[in-house]
């Protein structure tokens, strides 16, 4: 029983040390204060772990003590927390019943997840190896030799950096980061919501769909939730960017948007052709200036070019399952 008041305790642990890990660089105060766009708490949680996943992306290639990182971080978020304090009571008494629903929906994932926490196939087959070797220090050249080796890495080492972070060191604490980041998608969904409704109708429509759209199965091991956020984070801010064109705020929205993006190739094979079909999208779509969209395109080019360099140095070529033609294709034409 003891045992089990610990790692439940744990999972407080991963559930505070995620909120202040996310909750920096781009504070929710911060970001307000020097964006001329108009952001919710929810979304600023959003933009840091795009902006965290892309900075633990570039780490992810070099040996780096995944404690050191976590810390920095999380000293960082604190001095912010400390710097907003009145604010940050404010905002947690305005809101203290969304607060307390988010907690409450998380724990419950949780809970399932600690008693059932095997993994599942595809967690258990490739992905946990990717993972142990970021838990054990190793690098991304360690990962070659490993079953699928070619497979894209995000995922598993942000799986590794909390598993490492955690308070028992329990290799499932890390894969509380996916539960955190589908609730804060679903979440960011709240104020989308007319004033018609009541704020516990809001609280109870997004238990709902977090009730209809959540997969425990998923959580064992599997990166469908990592994608998840991603489709979501890009066409949620790609939606707000558009509506608020005329607002000439440097090239931000741009550059966060291939950030978004970028994480898709990192995180299953499919995301290198999601990649590609999201920011055709986009390049359709936007209405911004000619000139920008050729930075735009030149920036999307040189990712993929620096991704397939990557690849073919360590594996010997951009490796997928299938080739790209074969008789499936013709037939889905």
């Known amino acids: 029983l003891f045992e089990k008041m610990i790692e439940i305790f744990g999972i407080f642990l991963t559930l505070l040390s ?44 070099f040996q780096i003590n995944l404690n050191q990182v976590f810390f920095v971080f999380i000293f960082g978020s604190i001095f912010f927390f400390i710097k907003f304090f009145k604010e940050y009571l404010e905002l947690i008494n305005r809101n203290i019943f969304t607060i307390l629903s988010f907690i409450i929906i998380f724990y419950s994932i949780s809970i399932v997840l600690l008693k059932k926490a095997f993994l599942e196939w595809d967690g258990l087959a490739h992905w946990f190896f990717k993972s142990s070797v970021y838990f054990q220090g190793g690098t991304y050249e360690d990962l070659v030799g490993l079953p699928f080796d070619y497979y894209p890495h995000l995922g598993t080492y942000i799986w590794a950096f909390f598993w490492k972070n955690s308070l028992l060191q329990i290799e499932y604490y890390g894969r509380l980061f996916y539960v955190f980041i589908f609730i804060i998608a ?39 939730y990592f994608l998840f956020f991603i489709f979501f984070t ?100």
């Open 18 to 61: 995620l909120t202040l890990f996310f909750n920096f660089p781009l504070n929710y105060f911060l970001l307000n204060n020097i964006s001329k766009i108009r952001f919710t708490h929810s979304e600023s949680f959003l933009i840091n772990i795009v902006l965290n996943a892309n900075i633990l992306l570039l780490l992810s290639f």
């Open 186 to 224: 679903i979440f960011t969904l709240r104020h989308k919501l007319t004033k018609k409704f009541s704020e516990f109708n809001k609280d109870v429509i997004i238990f709902i769909l977090i009730l209809l759209s959540s997969n425990i199965f998923l959580f064992g091991g599997y990166q469908e």
């Open 234 to 333: 890009f066409s949620h801010f790609f939606l707000k960017f558009l509506y608020v064109k005329k607002v000439d705020f440097y090239f931000f929205p741009e550059i966060f948007l291939i950030l978004t993006s970028l994480c898709m190739m990192w995180i299953k094979q499919e995301g290198f052709f999601y990649y590609i079909i999201l920011n055709f999208i986009f390049l359709v779509h936007s209405q911004i200036s000619y000139k920008k969209k050729l930075i735009y395109l030149f920036i999307v080019a040189t990712l993929i070019i620096i991704f397939y360099t990557i690849k073919n140095y360590y594996f010997g070529d951009l490796r997928f399952n299938e080739s790209f033609i074969n008789e499936e294709t013709f037939k889905n034409l």
